[in-house]
C-alpha cells in the first residue's frame, strides 16, 4: 500500500484511484473462484457514468464465487508515476495488479478509445497481442457497441462478447472455474451464444449470433450503485426502462444492434428508483433508453416518478425525448423542480433528407414543439444535426441555418421582444458509417468536406443568440477506420499507440500528426476504409458477427434510403428485420 500512498500524493485527483466509494464491494479475493477487472478504457469520471459497468458490477458481485473490480485508464500524471516506479496498472477496490487477475474485461463503447485499451494492458505489464501471452497470464476479454466488428482488435483480446451481457459474462466465469487451462477454456467459450474467439475462429470459421436477453425485467439491476466521491460526468441515480428502438434510423447502429425492444414494467422501475435515491443520496433521477418518451406507459410512470422525486426534492432527468411524442403535461411537471434546457435531435435541416434517413419527424413537429416549449417559459434550447448523411446537398445544410432562425422568430413573436437570455445551441457532429446498418455500405465524406461543411454552416448560422459548435474531421474520419476496419487496422492502431497517442476522443489530446505518420507506416488509408461506396456482395470483415437483424432487410432499408422513401415504426407493424 506504500507505494501507492507515495505516488497518489503526487498526482492531480487521487480519488480517481483509491476506491473505497459508497456501495463498492469489498470481499477476499483468496475466497472467490474468479477474479475479473472490469477495465474502462477512459478517466474515472467518464467510467463512473457509465451504467452497463454498474449493471456487470452488480451483477457479477452477487455471485458467490466471483469479484468483480474497477480499473480505469489513467491520467497522463498518473501513467507516468506508474511508469517511472515500475508500478503495474491496479484495481481501485484492493489494489491488486490487473496482471493478477483471471479476467480483464474491457468495455468498447467507441473506437476511439482503443489506443486506452492497449495502454492499459501495457501498463498491467502484459504483451498487447493476444499470441504473446502465456496460458498463466490474465484471459482478455471485451465486449459492447464496438464489438459488433472486433476486427480491428481481434490481434489484442483473447475473446469478445457480442449482444447483451449479463448472463453470457456470468457464463463465461462459470465456464473458467470448470475449464483445464486457457486453451480448454477458449475452445469451449467459442461454443456459447455471442462469443467470438479470434484463435479458435482462425482455425474453424463460425458464425456469432449476439446473445440476446428475451425479459428484461427479470434481470437483476444496481439498487446500490456506487457512488463517486469526485464529480463524474453524470452525477445522478439512472433507471434503464428499456432497451432496444424501433424507429429504425439507418444511421444508428444503437437502433438495429439492440433490437427488439424490451421494456421493464412500470412496479419495476418505481422500485429501483425509490432504492437507488434511498441508497445514493442523488439529487437527480434519470431514465435510460435509446428513446425515453417511446416507453408504452411513459406519462403515468413519469407522473409516478415526479410524485416520488417531489417528496425527496430530487429532479427527474428525460433524456432523448422524441418531438413526435413529447407530453408537455410532463415538462410542465418538471419545471416545478428545475427547469434546465431542451434538447432535441432533428438530425437533417431538410424533410427530404429526414425522409433518406427515416428520422420521422417533421417542420411541424420541431416548430409545435419548440412553440410550446417556449411558452412555458424555456430560454435554452439544444438541436443535434448530423451533416455527410447520403445524398447530402447545400440546401439541407441550409435547413439547418433556416430551423435556427425560426425558432429565434418564434421566441420574439412570442414575448414581443427581443429575450437576450433565449439562445439555441447548433450541435453538428460528422456522419459515420456503422456495422450492421443500412449505411454500411455508403461512402463517408472526407475530412476536407466535413471542412468546407462546417465552414458553410459558419458563414449561414445566425451569429445572435446562437452557438455553433461541430466535431473534429480527422477524429470522425479515425472513428470511420476502425469502425468498418479489418484485422490490418490492428497495425496502424499498435503503430499510433506506439507513438503516444492516447484519449484520441478528446480534442486536446488527439496528435493528429502521428496517427498520419501512422498511416502512412502501415499503408492504411481513410481511401480505402471510409471513402468508397461498398457493393452489397462485399464481404464485410464482421460478417461472421449475426446481428439478428437480416442483411437483406438492411439492403431494402438502403435501397429505400436513395429514393427517399421512410419505413414506418415497426410498432406498428413488422417491417421483416428478422429479429423477432
Not at 130 to 142: E, G, L, Q, T, Y
Request: proline share 5%.
Amino acid at each position: 500500500m506504500n507505494k501507492y500512498n507515495t505516488i497518489l500524493k503526487k498526482v492531480e485527483k487521487p480519488a480517481r484511484y483509491t476506491g473505497g466509494e459508497l456501495n463498492a464491494v469489498l470481499k477476499n479475493p483468496e475466497k472467490i473462484k474468479v477474479h475479473f477487472a472490469f477495465a474502462f478504457p477512459d478517466l474515472y469520471e467518464i467510467g463512473m457514468s457509465f451504467t452497463g459497468m454498474q449493471i456487470i458490477y452488480n451483477i457479477l458481485n452477487q455471485h458467490k464465487d466471483i469479484y468483480c473490480e474497477r480499473a480505469f485508464a489513467p491520467a497522463k500524471d498518473m501513467e507516468k508515476l506508474l511508469r517511472e516506479n515500475e508500478i503495474p496498472l491496479f484495481s481501485i477496490e484492493t489494489n491488486t495488479p490487473l496482471n493478477e487477475f483471471d479476467m480483464i474485461g474491457f468495455t468498447l463503447q467507441y473506437e476511439l478509445s482503443y489506443t486506452n485499451i492497449l495502454n492499459m494492458i501495457d501498463l498491467a505489464g502484459l504483451p498487447v497481442r493476444s499470441k504473446d501471452r502465456s496460458s498463466d497470464m490474465p484471459i482478455i476479454i471485451a465486449g459492447g457497441p464496438c464489438a459488433f466488428n472486433p476486427e480491428p482488435l481481434a490481434p489484442f483480446i483473447d475473446l469478445f462478447l457480442v449482444g447483451d451481457g449479463e448472463e453470457s459474462v456470468v457464463s463465461l466465469c462459470e465456464l473458467y472455474i470448470s475449464a483445464e487451462g486457457k486453451d480448454d477454456f477458449l475452445k469451449k467459450a467459442a461454443k456459447l451464444e455471442g462469443v467470438y474467439v479470434p484463435s479458435v475462429f482462425d482455425d474453424a470459421p463460425y458464425q456469432v449470433k449476439k446473445s440476446l436477453i428475451r425479459n428484461l425485467d427479470k434481470q437483476p439491476y444496481p439498487e446500490k450503485p456506487i457512488v463517486p466521491y469526485i464529480e463524474s460526468v453524470h452525477d445522478r441515480a439512472v433507471i434503464e426502462t428499456f432497451r432496444g428502438c424501433t424507429r429504425g434510423c439507418r444511421f444508428c447502429q444503437a437502433g438495429m444492434i439492440y433490437r427488439p425492444v424490451r421494456e421493464r414494467r412500470p412496479q419495476t422501475i418505481k422500485k429501483l428508483a425509490i432504492s437507488q435515491l434511498k441508497n445514493t443520496g442523488h439529487e437527480e433521477l434519470s431514465l435510460l433508453s435509446l428513446s425515453t418518451s417511446d416507453y408504452s406507459k411513459f406519462e403515468p410512470l413519469v407522473m409516478d416518478l415526479m410524485s416520488i422525486c417531489g417528496d425527496e426534492h430530487v429532479s427527474l432527468s428525460l433524456p432523448s425525448l422524441r418531438l413526435d411524442s413529447f407530453s408537455f403535461k410532463v415538462l410542465q411537471e418538471i419545471q416545478k423542480v428545475r427547469k434546465s434546457g431542451l434538447t432535441f435531435a432533428p438530425e437533417a435541416g431538410t424533410q427530404r433528407l429526414r425522409d433518406v434517413v427515416n428520422k420521422s419527424i417533421t417542420d411541424d413537429d420541431i416548430y409545435s414543439a419548440v412553440r410550446q416549449a417556449i411558452s412555458l417559459g424555456w430560454n435554452q434550447i439544444k438541436l443535434y444535426f448530423m451533416i455527410g448523411l447520403p445524398t447530402e446537398t447545400d440546401e439541407d445544410l441550409d435547413g439547418i441555418a433556416e430551423i435556427a432562425k425560426n425558432i429565434l422568430a418564434i421566441n420574439e413573436e412570442i414575448y414581443g421582444r427581443k429575450n437576450s437570455r433565449f439562445n439555441v445551441t447548433i450541435s453538428v457532429s460528422n456522419f459515420v458509417p456503422k456495422p450492421h446498418t443500412p449505411f454500411q455500405w455508403v461512402a463517408q465524406n472526407t475530412a476536407e468536406e466535413f471542412n468546407k461543411k462546417h465552414n458553410y454552416l459558419n458563414n449561414i448560422m445566425p451569429k445572435r443568440n446562437v452557438k455553433y459548435q461541430y466535431h473534429d474531421s480527422f477524429e470522425s474520419i479515425l472513428e470511420g477506420i476502425f469502425a468498418r476496419g479489418d484485422r490490418r487496422v490492428a497495425d496502424l492502431l499498435e503503430t499510433a499507440w506506439r507513438k503516444g497517442c492516447l484519449f484520441d476522443g478528446w480534442s486536446e489530446h488527439l496528435n493528429k500528426s502521428a496517427w498520419r505518420e501512422s498511416m502512412e507506416e502501415t499503408g492504411i488509408t481513410a481511401a480505402e476504409y471510409c471513402h468508397r461506396v461498398r457493393d452489397y456482395e462485399e464481404p464485410l470483415p464482421w460478417d461472421m458477427i449475426d446481428s439478428r437483424i437480416a442483411k437483406k432487410f438492411l439492403i431494402s432499408e438502403s435501397q429505400k434510403a436513395l429514393s427517399g422513401q421512410p419505413t414506418a415504426d415497426c410498432r406498428r407493424g413488422c417491417t421483416g428485420c428478422g429479429i423477432c
